[in-house]
């Protein structure tokens, strides 16, 4: 994600990013908003998507939340032998982001896999979540991805999926950035010919 935003900066954009518990270094020229929890990242990016040309949605949000937050310190002795969390569904930003989203937006999922069916699951999030692009990491092999300096990633489109080499992530995120400008084109020509 922060890859993506100093690629886009330096190729003129106004970026906006929303993140969470991140430590890297920050751009100067790029507007930054902290958030701690899934809901807080949902409300600050549907503040901020109307406006948006591009979404670049590279965050790993958290699938699952618990159920009740108790406030102040559970007590094991009150507790007893045993302690059960029950957790419920974070609701998707992106799916939700993508159901109100105006058609010449450009829509950019991330898809973590791991190991085998890794594209057919990119291909199947890209219609589930209504997307331009998934960026489908296969997160089972060591030294990219997560906290790596190098990511090794395959684009998906409704057009086919093509591979990026393994390189650093300056790199990886130009390729994607090349992708996104190459869908607008088309489909600025798609609605010029109209
Ligand atoms: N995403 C999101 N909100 C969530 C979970 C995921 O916006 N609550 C976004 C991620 O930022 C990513 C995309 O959805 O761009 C795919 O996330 P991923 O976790 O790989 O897929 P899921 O749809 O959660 O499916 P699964 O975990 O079952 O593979």
């Known amino acids: 994600g922060y890859a993506l935003a100093a690629a886009a900066a330096r190729r003129g954009a106004r970026v906006e990013v ?5 430590a890297l270094p920050r751009e100067p020229g790029i507007d930054y ?3 701690g929890t899934a809901a807080e990242l949902g409300a600050e990016c549907a503040e901020r ?7 670049l949605m590279a965050a790993a ?4 939340r618990p159920a009740a937050v108790r406030e102040g310190k559970l007590k094991k002795d009150a507790v007893g032998d045993g302690l059960e969390l029950r957790l419920e569904r974070t609701p998707d930003v ?4 993508a159901a109100a989203r105006r058609p010449e ?12 069916g890794a594209l057919d699951f990119g291909r199947a999030k890209l219609e589930r979540k209504g997307l331009d692009l ?6 089972s092999r060591p030294g990219i991805a997560f906290d790596a300096p190098e990511n090794e990633v395959t684009l ?10 393994r390189a650093g992530k300056e790199q990886v995120a130009g390729a994607i950035l090349d992708a996104v400008l190459s869908l607008r084109s088309a489909s600025a020509g798609r609605v010029a010919l109209k």
Do not use: I, K, P, S
């Open 94 to 97: 992106l799916a939700g982001l």
């Open 18 to 22: 929303v993140a969470a518990n991140v």
């Open 61 to 64: 949000v958290a699938d699952f």
């Open 156 to 165: 998906v489109t409704r057009e086919g999926a093509v591979h990026v080499a």
């Open 33 to 35: 908003a902290e958030v």
């Open 105 to 116: 937006q450009t829509l950019v999922g991330f898809a973590a896999e791991h190991g085998e």
């Open 49 to 55: 998507f109307a406006d948006a040309d591009v979404l």
């Open 134 to 139: 998934v960026v489908v990491n296969d997160v």
